[in-house]
């Protein structure tokens, strides 16, 4: 039997991720976004949706750039200080204690240097939708940590320990329980 409750946020989980974004005569900036997701393969492209009142959301609508970075386990604390503290009181690249660094095809906002990956996107489109927008991001560069590649050059995304945003909670990724196609593969 299920309970039927009122409509709510209940995807989950998400990813935690530490977008940051900057104008050309702003300091860069950090917000802490869990609602953000792959839109389309080809070409590359992901969206991010930003409360209009968050001081982020005119750096990316002003700047048309934005660059995703993932949340490692060791960067949990400085992810949620990102998201629960406001850029038009503090600086948040110094208050985290993190890095700002060139990104590459960026002209403004930069990557955060402790992510292991960082996705640096251009803004094509932006839906209203309500209380938030949704930016959706041309992928134009990638920026890898080499510790994540193996001896072939292969990404291997579980070195990077990632977490994940659930109900209010940050949870490291879990073990693995299958792989794309298993439910069809042949036995040998």
């Not at 985290?96 to 640096?120: D, K, Q, R, Y």
């Amino acid at each position: 039997m299920k309970q039927i409750w009122k409509p709510g946020n209940l995807l989950n989980p998400a990813p935690a991720v530490m977008v940051s974004c900057a104008t050309e005569t702003e300091r860069p900036n950090i917000i802490t976004v869990a609602w953000a997701g792959t839109v389309c393969s080809e070409p590359p492209m992901l969206s991010v949706s930003v409360m209009k009142k968050r001081f982020s959301h005119h750096l990316i609508a002003e700047s048309g750039e934005f660059v995703v970075n993932l949340v490692s386990a060791s960067l949990a604390k400085a992810c949620d200080l990102c998201g629960v503290k406001s850029g038009r009181d503090i600086d948040k690249f110094e208050a985290a204690h993190l890095t700002a660094a060139p990104a590459p095809g960026m002209a403004a906002a930069p990557l955060i240097a402790e992510s292991p990956v960082s996705l640096c996107c251009q803004v094509e489109r932006v839906l209203e939708l309500g209380s938030h927008d949704m930016f959706i991001g041309r992928i134009v560069q990638v920026a890898v940590e080499d510790s994540l590649l193996d001896g072939s050059g292969k990404l291997d995304l579980r070195k990077a320990d990632l977490i994940a945003y659930s109900h209010g909670e940050y949870l490291r990724l879990g073990e693995k329980v299958g792989r794309f196609g298993f439910s069809v593969k042949k036995n040998k």
